[in-house]
């Protein structure tokens, strides 16, 4: 029979830490003017962290008592002291954490080369935040495959196959690296459209080389060369035989000189159904799913990159006045995508070319460096045919919303009916002075005016990283 302690021997573990009795090694992280100490003992590195006994062998910077130092200016000290409590008492406590801090130890464990902890990380993330892991997809997504993190590029895969746009409309779409987009349009049960992944491939290829003209009409036969090098590794998995012949003419063709001629001949015969001998491969169609009534509770529908399912049922239960907040399977509305900055553009312009006279529109931003995410919904819209006055409803309001570090939504509703929504054509969306787009990626919070209270700690102008306007619909279904 064996009796085990850990507990104890774990506590002791941390207390000879904590001590910092006997130690041998000094690690400093952090950047001035923020550097921390960590006083360590190179017997626990030997085997609890082997990459960091390596370093300590390696060092040859020593201090007045001989004890070794070793710098770490790329780890912070909040993600350090996790790390040291992992290698001396095997515990790590993650209550109260943001969630980032969390993912900044996940990647910096995979450096110390900790793959127990490396492993778990990955599964408590997908876990526990799955909703900061797709609102941060793109970011994600990028650092599974430079990491080789297998648990969370299963996880990314799976979401891509369902919701391409979540990465072919990322900002972050033009910087993926050429392995990764190969792995993507490899999918099977990729649901979008062989037309649109070529649109995509072509942009991501011409984004590479900034010295292309912008008007394909503009290139010369050397151009053409430096795309087909470009997109050596992905024209292979083209699906080229499962695109119409509609856009074959306009947006293949037009490109025909990256395409083996062989090919391109090919291709023309099979668009035009021509009953004659083909060498080239046809690669199988991608298995499009079509549902009419997709399960929502087991689904991530939306294709936004700022908010999720959960916000979404939040936000149609506050505009059916609804004390208890809809499931997530039972929201009764649709929200559809009518603009996004990064997508569309930024200008005041955009907003008026896209959203004008439309209704029933829910505006959402992420505030630039920040957490917080900030929105409003304007059931009647916003008119150019009166621009300079104001429109009037009891329905809108404006919100802040709760995510993994914000720990409670702001709702303010409308108060002053007559003065909730304003028009004009040097602003966009204009919840009157309380809340509204004054330029390009700004936004502005002003004094109380129309609502019932500020949204935002502080008041003015501030920017963002992306906005998106939906336009609802009640579903059918309810």
Known sequence: MTLNFYENLSNDYIKLLENGKEHNIIIEVGENPVVQTFKVHSPVLCYRCP???????????????????????????????FILKYIYGA???????????IFDL????????????VLRLQTFLIENHPSWLKLNFSKIYNSSFQADFKGLQNYCNDIIAKHPNLIFESNDFNTLPETTLVSIIQMDDLQLEESKIWDYVIQWGISQKKTLPSNI??????????LK?????????????????????????????????????????YSMALNEPMTSTILPPCKIVTTQLPNRGNTFQITSLIITNEHLAEIASWIDKKEVTYEVKNNPYEFNLILRGSRDGFGVDVFWNLCNQKTNLVVVLKVKDTDEILGGYNPIGWNSNIYGQCSTTNDSFIFSLKNENIENHILSHVKNASNSIYNTYNQGSDFTNDFYMSSNQTFNINWIQGYEKLIRKTTGEFLIDDYEVFQIKRDKIF
């Open 51 to 81: 990459y960091l006994y390596d370093e300590f062998k390696k060092s040859t910077i020593n201090n007045d008592d001989n004890i070794k130092i070793i710098h770490k200016p790329q780890i912070s000290a909040k993600v350090f002291n």
């Open 91 to 101: 515990t790590i406590n993650f209550e109260k954490v943001e969630t980032s801090i």
């Open 106 to 117: 996940l990647m910096t464990m995979n450096q110390l080369l900790l793959e127990e902890l």
């Open 217 to 226: 009409d503009d290139w010369i036969d050397k151009d053409f060369q430096i």
């Open 229 to 269: 090098n470009t997109l050596q590794q992905c024209l292979p998995h083209i699906r080229y035989f499962q695109i119409s012949s509609k856009n074959i003419m306009e947006k293949v063709y037009p490109y025909q000189q990256i395409l083996n001629k062989k090919l391109m001949t090919d291709i023309l015969k």
